[in-house]
């Protein structure tokens, strides 16, 4: 019986052991936040509580902007064709709750874990949910979960961007037109690439700032821009609005500038 009892001992204290090895080492690598912080020009951009200049008089104000990234890696060569490590399968930008300065200069951040330390030469994300994601349900995936919601069951895909908010047309003070745009489908899924050496450290986390200019998305100069006089919704219906936002979008996400 004392043998058994010895045995049994000695199997639970290398049972231990394991666990506590495996435990270590899921903890190696390093850390990447990516923080996402929202800009109207060179203004913070916040829901509800700020109005903002725009094109021919008009203004604005917001109550919801948010877009999916998918696909997001880290570029182990200066080649964005070439090999990289996964970090982000998908994630929803939103800037919904985003309604003071200081929330403003917070901004969003994912963070991401167990990297592999050295030095990357970039990174890589897309902008929207990548197709063979976008070819699955919100009812494959357990809340909460970034691709819970936001579902178009009429076209079996995902709005990858959401623009809402009121618009004062006539400078009158008065925000009485509601502006909503809805970008969605595969063909207005956009890649981004950033080469910018991206240095990860053993149990240490690094940090990348990304600023997303909502001015940029919805103008792309003083004499191109999106006309709330003539349009003040679309839900990829007119093609032209859709792929003109979903091209704005891929120039207004910069990496921030100290």
Known sequence: MNKFRVLFYLLLVFSLWTCDKE???????????LNFRGLYEQNKLKMFNADYAYADNMKLRFQLFQFY????????TDDPKGDSLQLIDV???????????????KGINFTIKNIPPGT???????????????????????PPHPLDDNYWSWAKGYVFTKIEGNADLDNSGKYATKITFHIG???????KVFLKDIVIK???????????????VL???SSNYLDFRKVTQDHTVD??????????LGEAVKVHQE
């Open 91 to 105: 994630e929803l930008v939103s800037f919904k709750n985003i309604q003071s300065d200081d929330a403003a200069q």
């Open 202 to 216: 053993d149990k240490s986390n690094s940090n990348l700032a990304l600023d997303v200019d909502l001015h940029r």
């Open 185 to 191: 489908e595969n063909e207005f899924f956009r890649k």
């Open 219 to 221: 103008a792309q100069s």
């Open 120 to 142: 990357y030469k970039g990174i890589k994300l897309g902008l929207g949910v990548s197709a063979d994601l976008n070819a699955v349900g919100p009812s494959s995936y357990t």
């Open 23 to 33: 435990d270590k080492n899921s903890d190696t690598g390093g850390e990447l936040t």
């Open 69 to 76: 990234i998918s696909d997001v890696a880290l570029l182990k």
């Open 239 to 248: 093609k032209a609005i859709a792929q003109f936002i979903a091209d704005n």
